[in-house]
């Protein structure tokens, strides 16, 4: 036994002793460093993936089970194709339509990342309601996945919240209108309802605060919450299993 | 009968020699190719978007800028954009004018006009130019660019009109 370790152990040697310095520096910035060479020694990324990739599914597992999972997808398409459109984009009522528009017509591919952006708010809106209806009919929110649950119904509020602020952007009439209304509507809380509206406008009409104000709601407030809710959903998921068979 | 068996064994023997492709193999080739046809496609797209049309076009673009003689009164400088590079017209008496790249040759601040003492003037590493651009002092190790001026009429052409 000892001795089997031993020549392993010059066998490592011999190979460190023949890689040339660049090659170690390659291997070190490169891909192939973090999943092979010096990095993957110190922090055994390709044992990490290769326990997270073979991580075995139980056999009841279906299509309804990946709606959770297509979410995500979504998300970071929507992360990516927003971060995308920042490079255009300017928020203010006199050029955000402006910016909308040159996105859409003149940018190379700017009618794509613009659509993907918007076709995945959507369809990132519905896979999160299926995905939520699956785990209320399966009963897969009850202990020990309750604290799933609460977080799961924190992100699909803020899921909406990102609907909703993400309308107002390009500054045309149905998402001015559409904010008139969506604005008022706290405005029938008692008591408090006229000052809830002043708040979310920043004044008494929607103008260049309230812009201003979803805008920073958009890719600052809710992306940085957002993440802190997906880390905890995602932990739960991975600490506790797949919930069923049923 | 034996005929038979022969052929076969060759046949084998063949299979046995000839590089043997997997189908897992064969179709780890095709998901690979496929997924590099997408992200290639994909990333290109993404590095196309971030190039804002006109992005290198002004740079070609030789054409000429005119100024109206109005807007350039005698002891005045205007800055102007010339074949994308943003340039400086200084107007030193009623038919004198001067064109220059404002881009200084140190580190690439916009150079001023100061009137009082007749020269351009860096505000980054103070390099200071003359009229036609020749390095007076500083940092600077090349003199600005000129280009050629022409009066028509009521306007200044810059440029080969």
Same mark, same amino acid.
């Given at each position: 036994?000892?001795?089997?370790?031993?020549?392993?152990?010059?066998?490592?040697?011999?190979?460190?002793?023949?890689?040339?310095?660049?090659?170690?520096?390659?291997?070190?910035?490169?891909?192939?460093?973090?999943?092979?060479?010096?990095?993957?020694?110190?922090?055994?990324?390709?044992?990490?993936?290769?326990?997270?990739?073979?991580?075995?599914?139980?056999?009841?597992?279906?299509?309804?089970?990946?709606?959770?999972?297509?979410?995500?997808?979504?998300?970071?398409?929507?992360?990516?194709?927003?971060?995308?459109?920042?490079?255009?984009?300017?928020?203010?009522?006199?050029?955000?339509?402006?910016?909308?528009?040159?996105?859409?017509?003149?940018?190379?591919?700017?009618?794509?990342?613009?659509?993907?952006?918007?076709?995945?708010?959507?369809?990132?809106?519905?896979?999160?309601?299926?995905?939520?209806?699956?785990?209320?009919?399966? %009963?897969?929110?009850?202990?020990?996945?309750?604290?799933?649950?609460?977080?799961?119904?924190?992100?699909?509020?803020?899921?909406?919240?990102?609907?909703?602020?993400?309308?107002?952007?390009?500054?045309?009439?149905?998402?001015?209108?559409?904010?008139?209304?969506?604005?008022?509507?706290?405005?029938?809380?008692?008591?408090? %309802?006229?000052?809830?509206?002043?708040?979310?406008?920043?004044?008494?009409?929607?103008?260049?605060?309230?812009?201003?104000?979803?805008?920073?709601?958009?890719?600052?407030?809710?992306?940085?919450?957002?993440?802190?809710?997906?880390? %905890?959903?995602?932990?739960?998921?991975?600490?506790?299993?797949?919930?069923?068979?049923? | 009968?034996?005929?038979?068996? &022969?052929?076969?064994?060759?046949?084998?023997?063949?299979?046995?020699?000839?590089?043997?492709?997997?189908?897992?193999?064969?179709?780890?080739?095709?998901?690979?190719?496929?997924?590099?046809?997408?992200?290639?496609?994909?990333?290109?797209?993404?590095?196309?978007?971030?190039?804002?049309?006109?992005?290198?076009?002004?740079?070609?673009?030789?054409?000429?800028?005119?100024?109206?003689?109005?807007?350039?009164?005698?002891?005045?400088?205007?800055?102007?954009?010339?074949?994308?590079?943003?340039?400086?017209?200084?107007?030193?008496? &009623?038919?004198?004018?001067?064109?220059?790249?404002?881009?200084?040759?140190?580190?690439?601040?916009?150079?001023?006009?100061?009137?009082?003492?007749?020269?351009?003037?860096?505000?980054?590493?103070?390099?200071?130019?003359?009229?036609?651009?020749?390095?007076?002092?500083?940092?600077?190790?090349?003199?600005?660019?000129?280009?050629?001026?022409?009066?028509?009429?009521? &306007?200044?052409?810059?440029?080969?009109?």
């Amino acid at each position: 036994m000892i001795d089997l370790e031993k020549k392993e152990d010059e066998q490592q040697k011999q190979t460190v002793e023949q890689r040339s310095g660049l090659r170690e520096l390659f291997e070190l910035f490169s891909l192939t460093g973090f999943v092979y060479g010096p990095l993957d020694s110190r922090l055994n990324i390709r044992e990490a993936l290769e326990k997270n990739l073979k991580k075995p599914v139980p056999p009841h597992v279906n299509w309804l089970f990946c709606f959770g999972g297509i979410s995500l997808f979504l998300f970071t398409i929507q992360a990516v194709t927003g971060i995308l459109l920042l490079m255009y984009y300017r928020p203010t009522i006199a050029e955000a339509y402006k910016s909308v528009v040159y996105i859409t017509n003149s940018v190379p591919f700017g009618w794509l990342i613009r659509g993907l952006h918007h076709w995945g708010a959507n369809l990132m809106i519905v896979m999160v309601f299926l995905h939520m209806l699956r785990v209320f009919f399966y %009963g897969a929110y009850k202990p020990p996945r309750d604290f799933n649950w609460v977080t799961g119904v924190m992100l699909l509020v803020l899921t909406l919240g990102f609907g909703f602020t993400g309308y107002l952007l390009p500054w045309n009439q149905i998402s001015y209108w559409a904010t008139t209304v969506g604005t008022e509507v706290p405005g029938a809380v008692p008591f408090i %309802g006229t000052y809830l509206t002043a708040l979310i406008r920043g004044g008494q009409a929607i103008g260049q605060t309230t812009l201003t104000r979803f805008f920073a709601i958009h890719v600052v407030i809710l992306p940085l919450t957002i993440g802190f809710f997906l880390l %905890g959903h995602f932990f739960m998921i991975r600490k506790q299993g797949i919930s069923g068979p049923f | 009968m034996s005929k038979v068996t &022969e052929t076969v064994c060759e046949h084998q023997v063949e299979m046995e020699k000839a590089p043997k492709m997997r189908r897992r193999s064969f179709l780890n080739y095709c998901v690979g190719a496929t997924s590099l046809l997408f992200g290639g496609m994909s990333l290109y797209s993404v590095a196309k978007f971030l190039f804002p049309p006109g992005a290198f076009s002004a740079e070609a673009a030789g054409e000429a800028v005119t100024i109206p003689l109005v807007e350039l009164p005698v002891g005045s400088a205007k800055n102007v954009r010339y074949k994308g590079i943003a340039s400086i017209v200084i107007r030193t008496s &009623e038919k004198n004018v001067h064109a220059l790249s404002a881009v200084c040759t140190h580190l690439g601040c916009i150079v001023k006009w100061d009137s009082s003492k007749q020269v351009l003037v860096c505000p980054c590493h103070a390099a200071i130019f003359d009229i036609n651009g020749n390095v007076v002092s500083g940092p600077a190790p090349r003199p600005l660019e000129s280009f050629p001026v022409q009066f028509a009429r009521d &306007e200044i052409v810059i440029g080969e009109a």
